[in-house]
Nanobody, 124 residues
Framework: QVQLVESGGGFVQAGGSLRLSCAAS????????MGWFRQAPGKEREFVSGISGSGGSTYYADSVKGRFTISRDNAKNTVYLQVNSLKPEDTAVYFC?????????????????WGQGTQVTVSS
């Protein structure tokens, strides 16, 4: 079982940056690939970024590639999402999720554990 708690969201102006964190419980954290997803009001939840269990592989949605960076510190049971050059369209609740398995997937139904989300609001 994995419990996830996101933090680091906030209100920023366009062009600003934040670092989102997701703290996970469990002694087998490295066995789980981790993903970040986001959901804007009235929109479906979408994949943002994923990282393999070891941290050796990463993947990004086209909409954030070059602006966002995912990383993890398995010794701290924490995954991060550095979000730079923020745009108003990045405004959403950002969720972290843990997948059963070490390898990245963009499919939401393969992620078994979800945090409660952290709000990112970008003003223009």
């Amino acid at each position: 079982q994995v419990q996830l708690v996101e933090s680091g969201g906030g209100f920023v102006q366009a062009g600003g940056s934040l670092r989102l964190s997701c703290a996970a419980s469990g002694r087998t954290f490295s066995n789980y690939a981790m993903g970040w997803f986001r959901q804007a009001p009235g929109k479906e939840r979408e994949f943002v970024s994923g990282i393999s269990g070891s941290g050796g592989s990463t993947y990004y949605a086209d909409s954030v590639k070059g602006r966002f960076t995912i990383s993890r510190d398995n010794a701290k049971n924490t995954v991060y999402l550095q979000v730079n050059s923020l745009k108003p369209e990045d405004t959403a609740v950002y969720f972290c999720a843990a997948k059963a398995g070490r390898y990245i997937s963009t499919e939401q139904n393969l992620y078994n554990y979800w945090g409660q989300g952290t709000q990112v609001t970008v003003s223009s």
